[in-house]
């Protein structure tokens, strides 16, 4: 088992940014995958970015070249950067962690409004 909880957050002007933080109960090496999905209200729950333990790593078109996942393993931490934010992506934004087992582990999740 494993708990994490997300914070960075918040309301931003379209263009800015934000750096999402993921900080998990323990460390974080025994986990194959750790990433972010969004979900936007009246839509389902979409993959931002997933980084695998082989340091593969993956992201949706919508986010490629703006957001940047990364980790600190001493710190147990994944994080996401989002630059030139947009207003569609507005959207609660989950941690989400898989083991090798294929148990997946969510967070509560961060809210991210991007309004003028």
């Known amino acids: 088992q494993v708990r994490l909880v997300e914070s960075g957050g918040g309301l931003v002007q379209p263009g800015g940014s934000l750096r999402l933080s993921c900080v998990a109960s323990?460390?974080?090496?025994?986990?194959?995958?750790r990433g972010w999905y969004r979900q936007a209200p009246g839509k389902e729950r979409e993959l931002v970015a997933r980084m695998y333990n082989s340091g593969s790593i993956n992201y949706a078109d919508s986010v490629k070249g703006r957001f940047t996942i990364s980790r600190d393993s001493a710190k147990n931490t994944v994080y996401l950067q989002m630059n030139s934010l947009k207003p569609e992506d507005t959207a609660v934004y989950y941690c989400?962690?898989?083991?090798?087992?294929?148990?997946?582990?969510w967070g509560q999740g961060t809210q991210v409004t991007v309004s003028s």
């Open positions: 323990r460390n974080i090496f025994n986990f194959n995958v």
């Open positions: 989400n962690y898989v083991d090798f087992g294929s148990a997946n582990y």
